[in-house]
Structures are given as structure tokens and as C-alpha cells.
């Protein structure tokens, strides 16, 4: 079975503090995405990665950075949370016709 | 401009009908590929079928199917003899080259809620 792994379902930060959301797959899958869902938006691409250090920017990528220093494992950044980071969080991998998403993390800032 | 448009923010079906949802796309990409997620309220992003732009069959899986218009830039997911498991939010979406080395992006629409209804 595919593994896509998100470190948390659920998470509550302070406005302000550095936030960092995890992602592993197990796929080998060379491309792997952060998307941020919001209702009435559907999922927007905020960074991607196709390669170990490579990383391209999606189309919001404000307020967010990306890490990806091995291959089964592609990390989000808030820098600086704030109000409006508030959201549904899904990390995905990709290679040709197959495309799988991890479970979800649920980031409230307060 | 939007890559990806889904037009039908809401639908509400009788069980056992057939639904079609919408889906349009914006590409200039001879090779490209198109994706059907559905999402429960559980949240899980479940596949549900796909089609290449080279594939010259309209894509089936059991009661799924993908009516594929390429000159019209239309790939609508069409679910056979509806069920109310089948109540969900729907995304296309799309995988386009970004490079000439073979670097892909995944870029998804605004969904569809579709309700079916006893």
C-alpha cells in the first residue's frame, strides 16, 4: 500500500511562532506537492518539489518555504504563523499517472 | 487565467441517476494528463479515475467514466446510477510538464460538492 505520511492531523500554533508540517512517502515518487485547502477555493499549490534540494514555487507561496533534503521527505515552513495560515494542509506525491495525497493536517493559529 | 475551472460549486441528485461534472481545462501542452479525486467528509483524497491527453479511449473505471474533449479542453467525470455513498466533494485536476527535463506540477480545481439524495 502507498504511504503518504503527514506528521500531524491536527495542530494548534500561536500567531507569530514557526511552524513546520512533515511529509514522508515511501513511494519513491520523484515529485512532491503542499497544497492548502479552503472552502470555496478547492486545493491551491503553494510549493512543489521534483528532485532531493529542488523546489519551485506553486501559486501561493507567500508566507510559506519548503524543504526537501532527502526524497521521501518534503517539509512546509510558516516562517511566521499567522490568522490567515489557517487551514486544511495536504501534501501529495506524483509520478506520471498516479498521484496520492497524505491524510490532511488541520493548522489553526491563534 | 484559471488552469483548471469546475462551474458547478453545488449539485443535488436523485439516487440512482447519472451525474455529470464539469470540468475544463487551460493548457497549451500537447502532453498532459487528467485526474478525478473524490473527497468525503473524512477528508481523504481518493482517486478515482484518469486520462492521458494521448489516449484516444474515453477513460472507465466500473461506474466512473471520463468524457474527454480535447478540442473543447473538457474532461467531465461522468458517475453512473448514483448512490448516496457517492456524496462528496469532487476535483479535477491536472499534471503538466513545467520543464524540459521532465519536471511535472498537479494543479486542481475548486471542486464540486455533489449531494445525492434518497
Known amino acids: 500500500d502507498v504511504k503518504v505520511t503527514q506528521s500531524s492531523r491536527y495542530l494548534v500554533k500561536r500567531t507569530g511562532e514557526k511552524v513546520f508540517l512533515e511529509c514522508v512517502q515511501d513511494m519513491d515518487h520523484e515529485n512532491m506537492f503542499w497544497y492548502r485547502q479552503d472552502p470555496g477555493l478547492g486545493l491551491r499549490l503553494i510549493y512543489f518539489s521534483y528532485d532531493v534540494k529542488m523546489k519551485e514555487k506553486g501559486d501561493i507561496p507567500e508566507g510559506y518555504s519548503v524543504s526537501r533534503e532527502k526524497k521521501e521527505r518534503f517539509s512546509l515552513i510558516l516562517e511566521s504563523a499567522s490568522t490567515n495560515q489557517t487551514s486544511m494542509y495536504l501534501c501529495?506525491?506524483?509520478?506520471?499517472?498516479?498521484?496520492?495525497f497524505g491524510q490532511g493536517t488541520r493548522l489553526t493559529v491563534v | 487565467a484559471q488552469k483548471i475551472t469546475q462551474t458547478q460549486p453545488g449539485m443535488f441528485v436523485q439516487e440512482k441517476e447519472a451525474v455529470t461534472l464539469d470540468c475544463t481545462y487551460d493548457?497549451?501542452?500537447?502532453?498532459?494528463?487528467l485526474f478525478w479525486y473524490k473527497q468525503p467528509s473524512s477528508g481523504e483524497m481518493i482517486f478515482l479515475i484518469y486520462?492521458?491527453?494521448?489516449?484516444?479511449q474515453n477513460a472507465t473505471e466500473g461506474r466512473y467514466s471520463l468524457n474527454f474533449q480535447k478540442a473543447r479542453k473538457s474532461a467531465n467525470l461522468v458517475i453512473s446510477a448514483s448512490q448516496l455513498g457517492d456524496s462528496a466533494m469532487y476535483f479535477c485536476a491536472m499534471r503538466e510538464l513545467v520543464s524540459n527535463f521532465g519536471n511535472e506540477k498537479l494543479t486542481f480545481g475548486t471542486g464540486t460538492r455533489l449531494t445525492i439524495i434518497p
Open positions: 501529495a506525491t506524483q509520478l506520471l499517472t498516479e498521484a496520492f
Open positions: 493548457t497549451s501542452d500537447q502532453s498532459y494528463g
Open positions: 486520462q492521458g491527453s494521448y489516449d484516444e
